[in-house]
Structures are given as structure tokens and as C-alpha cells.
């Protein structure tokens, strides 16, 4: 998604690294709390190119250890060190492939080894797992190749009672897909079938008629290009503006350009299975599962764990799917995570990629 992009994510990652030192113990791994993840900057750290760029990088990981900023001086440190990459980044065009190499290494390091990839026409898929003393799951960062790489589906009419995940992946031809957004009975001419929550949107047509917000409901979704876009919409035209060309509605929005979004306190802590759709600032698409209600296996993860997660992972935009025993992760025909009910719940939507 541009110079610009692959330079701040550069920066998120280090910030997450370095504050992930000095926040103790989270999950067994250092994590970051949302206040502090944002850095004391040394602006002369970037000087006029990026031929030494790693380099940079690490000494900027040292400063960063003295970090001890209020909110407000950090917001403008930010800004500052925004401004400094919008100038670096109209002269680096030189150094594209360098640095594209290294924010996929620094992307990689924080989510570890592959267990799965994938390299096709339409995507490149890279899957990790999540394994703490009492949550586990999955990750996959995915790279879209072409407009058609990534699908909301939903249930088709011979279907109403909704589909699986593992049943969207294959009767799509798709190689990997995750639970979409949240769903309720529906019952017309005494037919009773699942339906979207919210707005829900398939190749730039909305899934019935457009629904205002209710309730923190928030829609997210992709523009054509395969951006991340969404928020809360009160009225059609609203949501038109945003380019969005696929999409479902959850709640509620987590991160936002780096920033935590206050939740609401009735979503906060409760430890649940969740699904988290995200994006990196270079394009690459980000999707996590983690399991839950499940003692000896996973107890789950409140929302606001989940966001000090996301930017410790570098996540810059993050909105929460649907959950609970709704959350799965297919890849290849195979479901990856445990599922609370046991087995796949059918839903009203899923979010296919293809291969």
C-alpha cells in the first residue's frame, strides 16, 4: 500500500518491541498496555535516507527504552515522527524492495514459524499458532494478490439455516476462510432462516436493506482494493463513502490507526472464543482465533486483552467478528482451532480467501 505505509509500519513494530520490554509479563510474552504504545522517537534517528535502515531501527529500539511520556506528549511525538516519514518517504523509492523485505521479516519475527503457507494466483497465506498457558489459536497474515482474492459469503437459499465455515470455504473453491459477522432467525412465509446482523455486503450490494448502527454494531469491510474499512454508519450514504465493497457487522471496533478504541464496559473483560479481523499498514490482511470456554485448553480472551495483543503484534486496524461458538478458522479443507460448541456452528456469514 505504498512507501509511506511500509515505513509506519516499521515504526508500530519496533514500538510494540520495545515497550514489550519494559510492560512485564503478559500471556507469558511482553506485552504492551494501549497507553503505552506509542514511543519516545529519536527524530535523528531518520536522517535524509533510508540506506541504513535497519540500523536506524535498532538504535531507535534502544532510545525507546527510556520511555516515560505522558499520553499527550506522546500524541505529539506521533505526529511529529509522521510527518518526518512523509518526507523520507517521497525520496526512498530507491530502497522499495529493502524495506518491503523488512517489515515482512519484522511482521514475521513477532508472529513466529509458519506452520502453513500458501502461494497463489489470488493470495499468499501464512498461518501461525497462538499457544499461552491458558489461550490458544490461530493467526494468518495474508497478502491479496488481486481483487478477487478475498470474499464475504453468505448462506445460499438452499442453505437458511446458515453454512459452516469449512462448507463456504469448499463450495466457494476457497483455500482458507474464517466466521463472518454476527447473525439472527429470521422466519417469512413460515420459512425460519439465519440472517445478517446489521449491514452486511457482498460485491458492493448490500444484504437486504440498510440498517443505522444500533447497540456499538459496527461494520467491517473491504474496498475493492483490499483496504481495510469500517466504523460506526448511521445512514446508507455514510457507509457508501467509505469504498466498501464487502463487509459484515460486529461488535465492537478495536484498533484504529494504532489506537485503542474505548469499549464499551459491557464488552470489556469477558473472557470469550474470539475472531479478529485486521490489517497491517502494507496491505497485508491479519486474522486471528482464539478459542475459549474450554478449561483445559483455552479459557478464552477478554476484548481488551485482545488489544494490547493486536498492537503488540503491530496490528494497525482491528474489528472484532463474530465469536463464541461461532469462531473458526478453516485452511485447506481442514478446521484449525477447537470450536466451544465442539463442532462448527452453521452462520449466516463467512470471509473466504481464494487461492
Known amino acids: 500500500m505504498g512507501e509511506k505505509n511500509n515505513l509506519l509500519l516499521a515504526v508500530g513494530l519496533v514500538t510494540a518491541m520495545s515497550v514489550g520490554a519494559l510492560a512485564g509479563t503478559f500471556l507469558q510474552k511482553p506485552m504492551v498496555l494501549a497507553e503505552e504504545s506509542k514511543e519516545v522517537?529519536?527524530?535523528?534517528?531518520?536522517?535524509?535516507?533510508?540506506?541504513?535502515?535497519?540500523?536506524?531501527?535498532?538504535?531507535?529500539?534502544?532510545?525507546?527504552?527510556?520511555?516515560?511520556?505522558?499520553?499527550?506528549?506522546?500524541?505529539?511525538?506521533?505526529?511529529?515522527?509522521?510527518?518526518?516519514?512523509?518526507?523520507?518517504?517521497?525520496?526512498?523509492?530507491?530502497?522499495?524492495?529493502?524495506?518491503?523485505?523488512?517489515?515482512?521479516?519484522?511482521?514475521?519475527?513477532?508472529?513466529?514459524?509458519?506452520?502453513?503457507?500458501?502461494d497463489g494466483t489470488n493470495s499468499k497465506i501464512q498461518i501461525f499458532t497462538l499457544a499461552e498457558e491458558d489461550m490458544r489459536g490461530y493467526m494468518a497474515k495474508i497478502k491479496l494478490k488481486t481483487d478477487k482474492a478475498l470474499r464475504v459469503t453468505v448462506n445460499p437459499s438452499d442453505s437458511p439455516k446458515g453454512e459452516t465455515t469449512a462448507q463456504a470455504v469448499?463450495?466457494?473453491?476457497?483455500?482458507?476462510?474464517?466466521?463472518?459477522?454476527?447473525?439472527?432467525?429470521?422466519?417469512?412465509?413460515?420459512?425460519?432462516?439465519?440472517?445478517?446482523?446489521?449491514?452486511?455486503?457482498?460485491?458492493?450490494?448490500l444484504i437486504g436493506d440498510f440498517t443505522p448502527s444500533w447497540n456499538d454494531l459496527a461494520f467491517a469491510g473491504f474496498t475493492k482494493s483490499g483496504k481495510l474499512v469500517g466504523g460506526i454508519y448511521d445512514t446508507e450514504e455514510e457507509l457508501k463513502k467509505s469504498g466498501a465493497w464487502q463487509g459484515v457487522s460486529f461488535v465492537p471496533v478495536l484498533i484504529q490507526d494504532w489506537e485503542k478504541i474505548t469499549i464499551p464496559s459491557k464488552w470489556a473483560k469477558s473472557k470469550q472464543p474470539r475472531t479478529v479481523l485486521g490489517q497491517y499498514p502494507n496491505?497485508?490482511?491479519?486474522?486471528?482465533?482464539?478459542?475459549?470456554?474450554?478449561?483445559?485448553?483455552?479459557?478464552?480472551?477478554?476484548?481488551?486483552?485482545?488489544?494490547v495483543l493486536l498492537l503488540r503484534l503491530g496490528v494497525m486496524e482491528a474489528f472484532t467478528l463474530d465469536g463464541g461458538g461461532s469462531s473458526a478458522m478453516v485452511y485447506n479443507g481442514k478446521l484449525l482451532n477447537k470450536p466451544s460448541d465442539g463442532s462448527q456452528r452453521k452462520v449466516a456469514t463467512n470471509i473466504v480467501i481464494m487461492p
Open 170 to 205: 469448499k463450495r466457494t473453491g476457497a483455500i482458507f476462510g474464517v466466521n463472518g459477522g454476527g447473525f439472527a432467525s429470521s422466519t417469512e412465509n413460515g420459512v425460519t432462516k439465519l440472517v445478517p446482523l446489521g449491514n452486511a455486503m457482498v460485491e458492493g450490494k
Open 283 to 307: 496491505g497485508d490482511v491479519f486474522f486471528i482465533v482464539v478459542d475459549g470456554r474450554q478449561k483445559d485448553w483455552s479459557t478464552g480472551i477478554t476484548l481488551e486483552e485482545m488489544q
Open 41 to 118: 522517537w529519536n527524530r535523528e534517528t531518520f536522517h535524509g535516507n533510508l540506506t541504513n535502515f535497519q540500523g536506524g531501527l535498532d538504535r531507535l529500539s534502544t532510545a525507546m527504552t527510556g520511555f516515560q511520556q505522558s499520553a499527550q506528549e506522546e500524541a505529539q511525538r506521533q505526529k511529529d515522527i509522521i510527518s518526518q516519514l512523509d518526507q523520507l518517504a517521497q525520496n526512498s523509492s530507491k530502497n522499495k524492495n529493502l524495506t518491503d523485505a523488512t517489515y515482512e521479516k519484522m511482521i514475521v519475527d513477532r508472529l513466529g514459524k509458519a506452520v502453513y503457507t500458501h
